[in-house]
């Protein structure tokens, strides 16, 4: 199963881009990348997915990498509602088949005005 | 409504008590879960409903009982909890459990056992 390393805080300035890594080195072919994000006490919410190619949404863009070992995820114009953590997740298919979101620790992002 | 909605959002119940979480999803989805995020740890999942068939149990011990009368609700029945259990029980739908549909979370419960 691939894992995901991300780090644990970032701060951004409001009106700035927020740029938020992860690394996922032994992701396998079929594997996506998803990222999610929670603010504090509300449950997950999910911002964009992507398998090979850049992603843009109209929350924020995926860029990952040709050898799809890491990608980031851009926040273009951060806002204070941007607080939150983002989880990166790598899906795989779980022993019966199903649709498995393994969460790691995510990146507790801080907006500063 | 839209989306998925989760009732009660605050729920404190002694260790004797038995209670239900109840989850609800207004999208069509046929995929509904149940996860627990406890203080300080990453969220897990505890269960898996695809068409109202449960294809996945993580090692939930047996004081927690899931019921999927149909694909639109998901309950938790709980009973004789430990303080332990305390935490954020979240409810999420997705289309599909074999695809790689996002999944959708409701607001979560906030459990406190006492």
């Known amino acids: 199963d691939a894992k995901t390393t991300q780090p644990p805080s970032m701060d951004c300035a409001e009106g700035r881009a927020a740029n938020l890594p992860c690394n996922h080195s032994?992701?396998?072919?079929?594997?996506?990348v998803y990222w999610y994000r929670q603010i504090h006490s509300q449950g997950p919410q999910y911002i964009i997915h992507?398998?090979?190619n850049n992603e843009t949404n109209e929350m924020a863009s995926l860029i990952i990498t040709e050898d799809r070992k890491s990608s980031t995820l851009i926040l273009p114009h951060a806002t204070l509602r941007d607080t939150a953590v983002y989880y990166c997740i790598v899906r795989f298919r779980g022993v019966q088949g199903a649709q498995k979101l393994v969460f790691g620790q995510g990146t507790r992002l801080t907006i500063n005005p | 409504e839209t989306g998925v909605t989760q009732t009660p959002r605050h729920l404190v119940m002694g260790m004797t008590n038995k209670k239900s979480l109840k989850c609800e999803q207004h999208?069509?989805?046929?995929?509904m879960y149940w996860y627990k995020q406890s203080a300080k740890k990453p969220l897990e999942l505890m269960f898996v409903y695809s068409l109202e068939e449960r294809v996945e149990n993580n090692s939930v011990p047996s004081r927690f009982s899931p019921e999927c009368p149909n694909s639109s609700h998901l309950f938790l029945h709980l009973h004789t909890l430990q303080p332990e259990d305390s935490a954020l029980y979240l409810c999420?739908?997705?289309?599909?459990?074999?695809?790689?549909?996002?999944?959708?979370f409701g607001p979560g419960t906030r459990l406190t056992v006492t």
């Open positions: 999208l069509g989805h046929n995929a």
């Open positions: 992507g398998l090979k």
């Open positions: 032994t992701i396998s072919g079929n594997e996506y």
């Open positions: 999420a739908s997705s289309q599909d459990r074999l695809v790689s549909y996002e999944q959708y």
